[in-house]
């Protein structure tokens, strides 16, 4: 196995500047979450100057939470950016089958060569062209039921698949990883998801297994989780323990408190 703290020790060595084009909701415990784990944040969004954003970063993050014509323009050219200038970036396709104006809009950024994709069971079937029964941003679908479309979908865009729920399943269409970690207070708290694909992109940012960096970072945001959730009353102060707990972990802890396995 690989060593899952050498990931986090690296991204924090790096600290790599992240630039994510988000949703409204998850602005503010986003850039929290990446502060804490010893990235830096940025949330740049207009069209008019996005692009030219995109190369100063480390990584770009891509979600579709809230989007609006202006800000998929915004997406669309970034991801372009991204792509020209060799920098991995990462889609989180929110509700993508909700509506045709979703579809389209994850279409056209699959298209665009993402690193690595994160979303729940229904995202992931849904962006795969699967039935999917997600209940807006929420997955109602298990992940299981999503493993083939995220092996599917490695291996006709390329990219890292990462399906997150009470077991996370991650594969570059090869390989497999199921990743144990996490809390049931999680899904309980809004946009921890979505911080958690920033959190990819700070992992993927000058990593030589894009794979094994998107387990990583998976395997420390549950263990924050696990953290965070020994000392919270409910979902208020789960939020502020998660966000001390992605502070306080070391490599070392997150090496031995990764439950990972191959699948
Ligand atoms: N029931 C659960 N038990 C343990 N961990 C969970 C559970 N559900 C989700 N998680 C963890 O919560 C984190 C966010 O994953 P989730 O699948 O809820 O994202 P999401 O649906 O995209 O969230 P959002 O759109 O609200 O940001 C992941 O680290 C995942 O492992
Ligand atoms: C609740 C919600 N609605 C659109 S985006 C978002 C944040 C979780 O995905
Ligand atoms: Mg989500």
Redesign the pocket.
Known sequence: MPDWGAHLSEMRQCAPLVHNITNY??MNVMANVLLAAGASPAMVHAVEEAAEFTPLAGALTINI?TPSGPWVAAMEASAQAAQAAGLPWVL?P??VGATAFRREIGARLLALGPAAI????S?ILALSGAAAQGKG???ADP?AAAEEAARALACSTGAVVA??????YVTDGARGWR?A???????R?????????GLVGAFLAGAGDRATATVAA?AY??LA?ERAGETAAGPGSFQVALLDALATITPDALTAGARVQAA
């Open positions: 909701v998850a939470g989180d929110v509700a994160r979303g729940n069971a995202e941003a929420d997955s992940v399906v997150t729920g009470p077991v996370d990743v970690n996490g809390h049931p207070a999680m899904p708290v809004t946009a921890l998801g979505c911080s958690l694909t998976l945001f549950g989780g």
